[in-house]
């Protein structure tokens, strides 16, 4: 299953971090993050419950940019 998501980030290397976080992310298979659209491209893991996985996904990322937001 993929989804997309709106984020609010400051800079590209933030957004960055943030990929590598979520793909990072137990359950997500692979996640693209675009600072030009400000959107979060993710397929999850089959099986996977997304909103429990984009909770994780969110908390990673504030870990590494802790200003950044995922809109879910």
Known sequence: MKKTYKIDVD???CAN???DAANKTPGV???VVNFMTLKMNVEF???QD???V???VRTNCKRVED???IFL
């Open 17 to 19: 971090k943030m990929e």
């Open 54 to 56: 984009m909770e994780q």
């Open 45 to 47: 893991e089959a099986g």
């Open 29 to 31: 298979k692979n996640a």
């Open 67 to 69: 200003d950044c937001e």
């Open 11 to 13: 800079c590209a290397n």
């Open 50 to 52: 997304p909103k429990a």
